[in-house]
């Protein structure tokens, strides 16, 4: 499968990448919402970077108990009654008055209940596409991310202006409702892609057997650390740039769909396995410019620039994929799903207290320089 119009005449890739446009426009716009609102009721930079990508820490607890049941339930039913859990807690989150720490709790269910979210969806796309498919398949995933996200952020930019936080979260909320509307009605019923009863004991054996392997091993992070840091930059738009912020999450947005775009289309397979690292380093290197505080357009440039390299993403997934068995495919890549989240809620929160200690410039900059770090460490062990 080399062409766009071969994966659009594959039976249910188009429901599934609707349903994810939904998820995805939701969570962009309910974040901003969120993150703002949390800002101007506590004036904190961490809390309100946490508000964006805390719920991502919850996806660690979720991976250690209740990952499998990415491949032992029922791919639909599952993706459908998440989207509903989702809507009903978004709506809870725009209730006047709640306090803080409520927030947070509900943050904190949305975290748990997605991380199985990932392996399923992902997995599921790993079942309906050929296995010369996928890496072309999840590239229009992550260019459908970055389209929603452009129009998200300025929707929600628009919807926080004109109605409020909290109606902007109403909206988020209605959006889940579409996703789960499309994946009812949109997939067919197939069964689980293993047998057995999801299980903590489930999830910690195949999360060994998956961790053993050193190639895996070496994947995973490279997968998880320096683009869970380079988050941890980006929650950090808000308290940098204050009006400048959805501007800065657009134009990441656009360079994450230039990255996707190339490396799934137009990157040739000679060059996958090089490209790797280099779009790692690219993703951290234009955040060390912050530490000369950028006005809003330069940093918007950088922000683009920095943000192809989100490339890297598709490349290794692709590799972990070649070394993980097809019945453990919904579990290695809802594994990735969730340690990546988990480790952007952690950047999210270094970042943030770094911010907090210095000033956001600083924050970022030194979260992106331990990116690179990290990137630095792992490169001969990806080559």
Request: glycine share 12%; proline share 7%.
């Amino acid at each position: 499968m080399r062409t766009y119009r071969d994966l659009f005449r594959t039976p249910e890739f188009t429901p599934l990448l609707l349903a994810f446009a939904g998820l995805t426009g939701a969570q962009t716009v309910g974040g901003l919402a969120l993150g703002l609102l949390v800002l101007d009721r506590t004036g904190s930079p961490l809390l309100s970077s946490l508000a964006m990508f805390g719920p991502a820490l919850a996806q660690l607890l979720g991976a250690a108990t209740v990952l499998s049941g990415a491949d032992r339930l029922p791919p639909r039913a599952t993706l459908t009654v998440l989207d509903l859990l989702s809507a009903l807690a978004t709506g809870l989150q725009a209730i006047r008055g709640l306090p803080v720490w409520a927030l947070f709790a509900v943050l904190l269910a949305l975290g748990l209940a997605g991380s199985v979210g990932g392996g399923v969806r992902y997995g599921l796309l790993h079942e309906i596409l050929p296995r010369t498919g996928y890496l072309l398949g999840r590239s229009v995933f992550g260019m459908c991310a970055g389209a929603v996200q452009i129009g998200g952020f300025a929707v929600g930019g628009l919807l926080v202006a004109t109605l409020s936080p909290r109606g902007a979260l109403l909206a988020a909320a209605a959006l889940h409702l579409a996703a789960a509307a499309t994946t009812r009605f949109g997939l067919r019923p197939r069964p689980p892609r293993a047998t057995g009863r999801p299980s903590v004991p489930q999830t910690w054996r195949a999360n060994a057997r998956l961790w053993s392997s050193p190639s895996r091993r070496s994947v995973l992070l490279a997968l998880w650390v320096p683009n869970g840091l380079v988050v941890g930059v980006e929650s950090l738009y808000v308290p940098y740039a204050p009006g400048s912020a959805g501007l800065l999450f657009a134009v990441g947005a656009l360079g994450m769909l230039l990255g996707d775009a190339v490396v799934g289309r137009l990157l040739p397979s000679s060059w996958r396995h090089r490209a790797a690292v280099p779009l790692c380093a690219l993703l951290a290197a234009p955040y060390l410019l912050f530490a000369l505080r950028p006005a809003p357009a330069a940093a918007a440039v950088l922000v683009a620039i920095a943000t192809v390299g989100y490339g890297s993403g598709l490349l290794l997934q692709d590799r972990l994929l070649a070394l993980t068995p097809d019945e453990s495919s919904g579990h290695a890549l809802g594994l990735h799903s969730s340690g990546m989240l988990a480790m952007q809620g952690l950047g999210a929160t270094a970042a943030g207290t770094a911010a907090q200690l210095t000033s956001p410039a600083i924050g970022m900059t030194l979260t992106a320089a331990a990116s690179l770090t990290v990137t630095a460490l792992l490169a001969r062990r990806l080559s």
